[in-house]
Structures are given as C-alpha cells and as structure tokens.
C-alpha cells in the first residue's frame, strides 16, 4: 500500500489524524482503537501499515507494542498538506 492509498482508507486516515493532531501520544492498538471507535484487530493491522511507511514507530516490548507519530520533520510537513488537501 503506497502513501496514497494510506490516506484514501477511511480507517488509516483516522489513524494517521488521531496521531497528527497528537503528536506527542503514545498508544497501544486497543487505546488507539478505543480513542477512533473502531475495531481493534482492524486498527493492529493498519498501525502496523503505517509503520512500515514511517508514518509510525513502534516501540516494541515483550507485553505490548506502542505506537507514536514520526519525528520526520519533512514528512510531517507532507502529512499536513495532504491532510489539509483532503478538507
């Protein structure tokens, strides 16, 4: 899944909102999944997406995983023109 189809799924684009306007959160699947109102397994699956895209880390331990909003100056930047491109 290239970036374009991260922000035309309904479900990856809430993620990548929750994050954005949240910058410095860090949540779990099941905390994320509760704070956008959608299904748990759906929100693990698309998390794990966006870390493959750099839009997240993960910060893995042996219990739980948690995910933050990249660093990435640049692709912060992209990520708020797109999202501001999309109303």
Not at 22 to 43: F, L, Y
């Amino acid at each position: 899944m290239d970036n374009n189809k991260l922000f035309k799924s309904p479900l990856h684009l809430k993620i990548i909102k929750f994050f954005h306007e949240n910058q410095s959160a860090v949540d779990t699947p099941r905390g994320v999944a509760t704070w956008i109102g959608e299904d748990r397994a759906k929100v693990k699956s698309a998390l794990e997406d966006l870390v493959k895209h750099k839009i997240l880390v993960a910060d893995r331990t042996a219990s739980t995983t948690g995910y933050g909003y990249t660093r990435d100056i640049a692709l912060i930047s992209r990520i708020k023109k797109t999202l501001a491109s999309l109303g």
